[in-house]
C-alpha cells in the first residue's frame, strides 16, 4: 500500500498514468475507496496522476487535533516534495479547491496551472455551503437535504416527477460502507472545522499562475455568484461555465475535455 510519512503522519496515495504532472486534490469526505474513483476518469488517461487521501480521510492518518487549511496546504506540498516533484499542474475540486488556493498562495512554485473546480474563495467573496451546520444529519436524511442543493434543478417538483432517479440519488448519497471505522467520524469533522475557516479572498490577487474556474451552473453549494467574484478576484484567471450542478464534472462531457486542454496549453512541466 503506497504510505507517505509525512511530519509523522501517515498519508495513502496513489499515482498512475503519463504525461505532465497532475496533482488532484479531493473534495470533503474524499476517500480513495470509493468507486470509481478518479482513476478511472479521463484524467488518468491524459497525465501522470497523483492524489491522496488527505488527512483525516480514508487510509490517512486521523488525529484528533484542529486542522487547519494551512495544514492541508503544507500536506499536498510535502507529498509532491516526498515524490521528488518539483512541480505540477492541479485540480482542486470542492474543498479541495479551498486547499488548492491555499497552496497555490503558500507554495506558489509548486504550482504551474490551476483548475478551482467548484469551490468558493470564503470571506467577503462567498463561502461554500456550510456543511458543518448539517454535521448532525446523516443517511437518507443527510442525502435528501442535500440533493436539491448539489444541483438546484433537482427541487421537490424534480423529486416527485422523477421517482426513480430519486431513489437512487438517496441510496448513492447514504452509502457509507466505512461510517464505523475508528476515527472516521472524528477526522470528518475535524475537516469540516477547518473547513469553516476557510478565507483566501483578500489574497488571491497574489496568484498569479494560470487558473480556470470551473463551474456548475445549477451549483447551490458552490454558488454561481461566487465563481464571478473569484474570477475577478485573480489576474489572467478564466471563468468556464458547466451544464451542471456541484458534479459538473461527471454530468457535462465537455468539461474533462476543456479541464484537460487547459492544463496542457503552456510549457510542459
Given at each position: 500500500m503506497p504510505i507517505a510519512t509525512l511530519n509523522d503522519l501517515h498519508f495513502y496515495f496513489e499515482r498512475a498514468g503519463s504525461g505532465r504532472r497532475l496533482l488532484y486534490i479531493s473534495g470533503t469526505g474524499g476517500d480513495l475507496r470509493f468507486q470509481p474513483n478518479m482513476f478511472a476518469s479521463p484524467l488518468a488517461k491524459a497525465f501522470d496522476l497523483l492524489t491522496y487521501d488527505q488527512r483525516g480521510l480514508g487510509r490517512t492518518d486521523k488525529p484528533d487535533a484542529p486542522y487547519s487549511m494551512a495544514q492541508y496546504a503544507d500536506d499536498a506540498a510535502d507529498l509532491m516534495h516526498h515524490l521528488d516533484w518539483d512541480d505540477a499542474?492541479?485540480?482542486?475540486?470542492s474543498f479541495g479547491g479551498m486547499v488548492a488556493q491555499e497552496l497555490a498562495l503558500r507554495h506558489p512554485a509548486k504550482v504551474k496551472r490551476l483548475v478551482l473546480a467548484c469551490t468558493s474563495p470564503g470571506g467577503?467573496?462567498?463561502a461554500s455551503f456550510a456543511f458543518h451546520d448539517i454535521e448532525h444529519l446523516t443517511g437518507e436524511a443527510r442525502a435528501k437535504h442535500l440533493i436539491p442543493i448539489s444541483?438546484?434543478?433537482?427541487d421537490a417538483a424534480w423529486?416527485?416527477?422523477h421517482p426513480q432517479d430519486y431513489a437512487t440519488f438517496v441510496a448513492m448519497g447514504s452509502a457509507d460502507p466505512f461510517a464505523g471505522e475508528p476515527g472516521r467520524a472524528q477526522g470528518a469533522?475535524?475537516?469540516l472545522e477547518a473547513r469553516a475557516g476557510h478565507d483566501t479572498w483578500d489574497r488571491l490577487p497574489q496568484i498569479t499562475c494560470?487558473?480556470?474556474?470551473?463551474?456548475?451552473r445549477y451549483d447551490g453549494i458552490a454558488l454561481p455568484s461566487t465563481q464571478d467574484k473569484m474570477a475577478a478576484r485573480m489576474?489572467?484567471?478564466?471563468?468556464?461555465?458547466?451544464?451542471?450542478?456541484?458534479m459538473f464534472m461527471i454530468q457535462d462531457r465537455a468539461a474533462y475535455p476543456a479541464i484537460i486542454a487547459f492544463l496542457n496549453a503552456g510549457d510542459a512541466a
Amino acid at each position: 500500500m503506497p504510505i507517505a510519512t509525512l511530519n509523522d503522519l501517515h498519508f495513502y496515495f496513489e499515482r498512475a498514468g503519463s504525461g505532465r504532472r497532475l496533482l488532484y486534490i479531493s473534495g470533503t469526505g474524499g476517500d480513495l475507496r470509493f468507486q470509481p474513483n478518479m482513476f478511472a476518469s479521463p484524467l488518468a488517461k491524459a497525465f501522470d496522476l497523483l492524489t491522496y487521501d488527505q488527512r483525516g480521510l480514508g487510509r490517512t492518518d486521523k488525529p484528533d487535533a484542529p486542522y487547519s487549511m494551512a495544514q492541508y496546504a503544507d500536506d499536498a506540498a510535502d507529498l509532491m516534495h516526498h515524490l521528488d516533484w518539483d512541480d505540477a499542474v492541479v485540480i482542486g475540486v470542492s474543498f479541495g479547491g479551498m486547499v488548492a488556493q491555499e497552496l497555490a498562495l503558500r507554495h506558489p512554485a509548486k504550482v504551474k496551472r490551476l483548475v478551482l473546480a467548484c469551490t468558493s474563495p470564503g470571506g467577503a467573496g462567498g463561502a461554500s455551503f456550510a456543511f458543518h451546520d448539517i454535521e448532525h444529519l446523516t443517511g437518507e436524511a443527510r442525502a435528501k437535504h442535500l440533493i436539491p442543493i448539489s444541483d438546484t434543478r433537482r427541487d421537490a417538483a424534480w423529486a416527485a416527477a422523477h421517482p426513480q432517479d430519486y431513489a437512487t440519488f438517496v441510496a448513492m448519497g447514504s452509502a457509507d460502507p466505512f461510517a464505523g471505522e475508528p476515527g472516521r467520524a472524528q477526522g470528518a469533522r475535524r475537516q469540516l472545522e477547518a473547513r469553516a475557516g476557510h478565507d483566501t479572498w483578500d489574497r488571491l490577487p497574489q496568484i498569479t499562475c494560470p487558473v480556470l474556474i470551473a463551474a456548475g451552473r445549477y451549483d447551490g453549494i458552490a454558488l454561481p455568484s461566487t465563481q464571478d467574484k473569484m474570477a475577478a478576484r485573480m489576474p489572467g484567471a478564466k471563468l468556464q461555465w458547466f451544464e451542471g450542478g456541484h458534479m459538473f464534472m461527471i454530468q457535462d462531457r465537455a468539461a474533462y475535455p476543456a479541464i484537460i486542454a487547459f492544463l496542457n496549453a503552456g510549457d510542459a512541466a
